[in-house]
């Protein structure tokens, strides 16, 4: 298997998740967000082979595959926060677009059979339809990160028909858990380590979300993966709840035990582009067999945790 995006949040806990399940493992990252110390356990492995690559060079990611061979590459590597697209519109071009047509480009060459790609909910722009199925309309794109996936998506499955390799679409909602580097329980638990009096939160704090912990994701995708064969899968990969922003903010302050007054931004929004509600249909996954493990409440709550008892994340990445 090949894993790009290997340092990341959700890369790192999947090469050690391949490794558990017997895979032989090459990891591509760049470190542009990845962190070394997430692939310490894998890198005793092995199994597990590190490779420092920058996705946007093409030639070096052709020879990277060429001569490790994968059978699965599974495509993580992406800028991934949705929110500061707009402070420099060309980076979803080409991290998440550019950058997986290279990837793609390249398993094909190396004759992988089957391409994974995490996509995102955002992809739904603002639905009409509650829980939001795969098969729902999507006409308007509000992030250039959704617009930068949903055309990568084209790209995959129209390698999937024209060059007969399995794609596999997943479009993830929020993913929550060990590891994790960015997002609204990141913000909030640096806020409240910086003053625990106040806090800042973006919109009303009426925003519903769903998330899914990292062991139910990691869990999704292997499934998917073994169990869906089709020329094209595309998935939705959530649970069957939400959560809104004050519902989460309380669990965080429990856990840090502090009660910040909370100063709202107001409207629906946190920023443009930000979607009021995602909650994702994932019955199409369900029939297959997968169920998720943990609960919206419980994730947050091992989140901010983890992040508590590394806080040398909290103060690393910039985002
Ligand atoms: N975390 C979520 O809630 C979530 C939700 C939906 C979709 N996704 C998608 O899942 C994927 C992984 O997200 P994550 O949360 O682990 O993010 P992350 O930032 O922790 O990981 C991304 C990894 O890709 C690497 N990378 C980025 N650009 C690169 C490049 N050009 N060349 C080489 N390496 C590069 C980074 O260094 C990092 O290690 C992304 O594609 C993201 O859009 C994530």
Same mark, same amino acid.
């Given at each position: 298997?090949?894993?790009?995006?290997?340092?990341?949040?959700?890369?790192?806990?999947? &090469?050690?998740?391949?490794?558990?399940?017997?895979?032989?493992?090459?990891?591509?990252?760049?470190?542009? $967000?990845?962190?070394? =110390?997430?692939?310490?356990?894998?890198?005793? @492995?092995? #199994?597990?082979?590190? *490779?420092?690559?920058?996705?946007?060079?093409? !030639?070096?990611?052709?020879?990277?595959?060429?001569?490790?061979?994968?059978? $699965?590459? %599974? *495509?993580?590597?992406? @800028?991934?926060?949705?929110?500061?697209?707009?402070?420099?519109?060309?980076?979803?071009? !080409?991290?998440?677009?550019?950058?997986?047509? @290279?990837?793609? =480009?390249?398993?094909?060459?190396?004759?992988?059979?089957?391409?994974?790609?995490?996509?995102?909910?955002?992809?739904?722009? =603002?639905?009409?339809?509650?829980?939001?199925?795969?098969? &729902?309309?999507?006409?308007?794109?509000?992030?250039?990160?959704?617009?930068?996936?949903?055309?990568?998506?084209?790209?995959?499955?129209?390698?999937?028909?024209?060059?007969?390799? #399995?794609?596999? %679409?997943?479009?993830?909602?929020?993913?929550?858990? =060990?590891?994790?580097?960015?997002?609204?329980?990141?913000?909030?638990?640096?806020?409240?380590?910086?003053?625990? #009096?106040?806090?800042?939160?973006?919109?009303?704090?009426?925003? $519903?979300?769903?998330?899914?912990?990292?062991?139910?994701?990691?869990?999704?995708?292997? *499934?998917?993966?073994?169990? &869906?064969?089709?020329? /094209?899968?595309?998935?939705?990969?959530? +649970?069957?709840?939400?959560?809104?922003?004050?519902?989460?903010?309380?669990?965080?302050?429990?856990?840090?035990?502090?009660? +910040?007054?909370?100063?709202?931004?107001?409207?629906?929004?946190?920023?443009?582009?930000?979607?009021?509600? /995602?909650?994702?249909?994932?019955? #199409?996954?369900?029939?297959?067999?997968?169920?998720?493990?943990?609960?919206?409440?419980?994730?947050?709550?091992?989140? /901010?945790?983890?992040?508590?008892? @590394?806080?040398?994340?909290?103060?690393?990445?910039?985002?």
């Amino acid at each position: 298997m090949l894993v790009t995006g290997a340092a990341g949040f959700i890369g790192s806990n999947l &090469c050690d998740f391949l490794l558990d399940q017997g895979c032989e493992v090459a990891g591509l990252d760049s470190f542009v $967000t990845g962190q070394r =110390e997430f692939l310490s356990k894998a890198l005793k @492995n092995a #199994k597990f082979q590190l *490779h420092e690559v920058e996705l946007a060079d093409f !030639e070096h990611v052709k020879a990277v595959t060429a001569v490790f061979k994968p059978d $699965t590459v %599974i *495509h993580l590597a992406a @800028n991934a926060d949705v929110r500061f697209g707009l402070q420099h519109p060309r980076k979803d071009l !080409e991290q998440g677009t550019v950058v997986t047509f @290279n990837v793609l =480009e390249a398993a094909r060459l190396a004759g992988a059979t089957k391409f994974a790609f995490s996509s995102t909910g955002s992809v739904y722009g =603002e639905p009409e339809i509650f829980p939001t199925p795969e098969t &729902c309309p999507f006409p308007v794109q509000t992030s250039l990160y959704a617009a930068a996936k949903l055309a990568a998506e084209g790209m995959i499955q129209a390698y999937a028909e024209g060059y007969g390799m #399995k794609g596999y %679409i997943l479009r993830f909602v929020s993913i929550l858990g =060990e590891r994790y580097t960015h997002g609204h329980v990141y913000d909030f638990a640096n806020k409240i380590l910086d003053n625990p #009096k106040e806090i800042d939160v973006l919109g009303d704090g009426k925003q $519903t979300k769903a998330y899914l912990y990292i062991g139910d994701c990691l869990s999704a995708i292997w *499934h998917i993966l073994n169990k &869906c064969e089709d020329k /094209i899968n595309i998935y939705n990969l959530g +649970p069957d709840e939400h959560i809104n922003v004050d519902q989460s903010l309380d669990v965080i302050c429990k856990v840090m035990d502090a009660t +910040p007054k909370r100063n709202y931004s107001g409207g629906k929004r946190g920023w443009i582009g930000d979607s009021p509600f /995602i909650f994702l249909d994932c019955k #199409k996954l369900k029939s297959t067999g997968w169920k998720s493990q943990k609960t919206i409440r419980e994730s947050v709550e091992l989140t /901010i945790r983890w992040l508590l008892a @590394n806080d040398w994340v909290l103060k690393r990445r910039q985002t």
